[in-house]
T-cell receptor, first 115, second 115 residues
Framework: LAKTTQPISMDSYEGQEVNITCSHNNIATNDYITWYQQFPSQGPRFIIQ???TKVTNEVASLFIPADRKSSTLSLPRVSLSDTAVYYCLVGDIRVFNTNAGKSTFGDGTTLTVKP | ETGVTQSPTHLIKTRGQQVTLRCSSQSGHNTVSWYQQALGQGPQFIFQYYREEENGRGNFPPRFSGLQFPNYSSELNVNALELDDSALYLC??????????????FGPGTRLLVL
């Protein structure tokens, strides 16, 4: 199972771009990379998911190099409300995979956005 | 809102007791996963259910068991509670696909305290 490593914490200021990198050296061929945001006493909330190269949606971008051993979540122009814990999740939750559901969360990166 | 609800929101039990936590998934999501999240750590995968059958299990003892019902609801049962079982328990629902990644939608969690 892919183990993930993220920085424990990051600080930023409102309006800046924030990049959070996750290392997952033993990612498997069928694994996807998913990033979640979690506020205190709430469940994780989906941000973005990718398999390779670059994915962009309305809130973030995800960069995955060719070897897929790391990924970078990019949050453009953060605001105070982006202060949260960010998790990268590597795995294949599809039920047709014999290891279905055995996705691995890291310990997350606590992002603090300052005014 | 993810459409996933959990009950109760908080629970206090004593060591040795049994507990049942409940989750109601999004309509049409026939896959549910349960996670344990200790304070300051990322969620740890307990098990996954698909069409009412256990489809994958993490590194948790047999005293952690589950049930999934046809109406998209599910239960997590923990017997012989230990102090270390104190955590936030999260359920996440998804709909399996043959191709592409999947998104898990998390509920708000149940905070369990074992005294």
């Amino acid at each position: 199972l892919a183990k993930t490593t993220q920085p424990i914490s990051m600080d930023s200021y409102e309006g800046q771009e924030v990049n959070i990198t996750c290392s997952h050296n033993n990612i498997a061929t069928n694994d996807y990379i998913t990033w979640y945001q979690q506020f205190p006493s709430q469940g994780p909330r989906f941000i973005i998911q990718g398999y390779k190269t670059k994915v962009t949606n309305e809130v973030a971008s995800l960069f995955i190099p060719a070897d897929r051993k790391s990924s970078t979540l990019s949050l453009p122009r953060v605001s105070l409300s982006d202060t949260a814990v960010y998790y990268c999740l590597v795995g294949d939750i599809r039920v047709f995979n014999t290891n279905a559901g055995k996705s691995t969360f890291g310990d997350g990166t606590t992002l603090t956005v300052k005014p | 809102e993810t459409g996933v609800t959990q009950s109760p929101t908080h629970l206090i039990k004593t060591r040795g007791q049994q507990v049942t936590l409940r989750c109601s998934s999004q309509s049409g999501h026939n896959t549910v996963s349960w996670y344990q999240q200790a304070l300051g750590q990322g969620p740890q995968f307990i098990f996954q259910y698909y069409r009412e059958e256990e489809n994958g299990r993490g590194n948790f003892p047999p005293r952690f068991s589950g049930l999934q019902f046809p109406n998209y609801s599910s239960e997590l049962n923990v017997n012989a509670l230990e102090l270390d079982d104190s955590a936030l328990y999260l359920c996440a629902s998804s709909y399996p696909g043959l191709a592409g990644g999947e998104t898990q939608y998390f509920g708000p969690g149940t905070r369990l305290l074992v005294l």
